[in-house]
């Protein structure tokens, strides 16, 4: 639903965090349509309802205003769960990895990025660092299982990492090979039985 700035109310330089929802939501939304055609800022601020000028005082590209909306998506679908064993924590992860990268409209936003980052150098830092934001909460589940005894001390944890995050986005970007809840488990036993 687009909402209309109308509704909204003005908040001048101060964030409205109403507006700012509306803007990150449109921006997936418009990346998930564009089928690889670039997402402008007019765009943006249009199917969000605000003025162009608001995206241009909170966020200093069209390029920030896509990581900030997939890194907020990507913090409501995939949280640090925080709990239980190292097998529990990393099952969930990777799970709510697998899950929330494949619905609308965060997979079909995530094709056009990586398409768009393959052609603009811009894009491909801002992918980098989303990717990296990815990488280090999974490299935290994986030291906390470390630190309780659950993996070896001598396990390359990066290593573990690559390995998590290189099934997803083959599999994710080839479309080969499912990406469900028993791949999620199987990948993550096997992190963990090849780590005790």
Avoid: C
Wanted: proline share 4%; charged share 30%; glycine share 8%.
């Amino acid at each position: 639903m687009v909402m209309n700035s109308a509704d909204r109310a003005h908040t001048g330089r101060r964030r409205n965090e109403e507006a700012r929802r509306a803007v990150l939501d449109a921006a997936l939304r418009l990346l998930a349509d564009a089928d690889g055609a670039p997402v402008g800022v007019d765009a943006i601020a249009r199917e969000a309802g605000v003025g162009k000028q608001t995206l241009y005082r909170w966020w200093p590209s069209k390029g920030a205003v896509l990581l900030d909306a997939l890194t907020d998506r990507a913090a409501q679908d995939v949280p640090d769960p925080g709990f239980g064993s190292l097998r529990e924590e990393l099952r969930a992860m990777v799970a709510a990895t697998f899950e929330g990268a494949q619905a609308a409209p965060v997979g079909p936003a995530l094709r056009t990025l990586a398409r768009e980052a393959a052609r603009d150098p811009h894009l491909a830092d801002l992918m980098r660092e989303f990717t990296e934001s990815r990488r280090t909460a999974l490299r935290e589940v994986l030291a906390r299982g470390r630190e309780r005894g659950e993996l070896a001390a001598d396990r390359d944890l990066d290593l573990m990492v690559d390995q998590v995050y290189g099934v997803f986005w083959y599999r994710f970007l080839l479309g080969h090979a499912p990406l469900g809840e028993r791949e999620a488990t199987e990948l993550a036993d096997s992190l963990v039985w090849q780590g005790s």
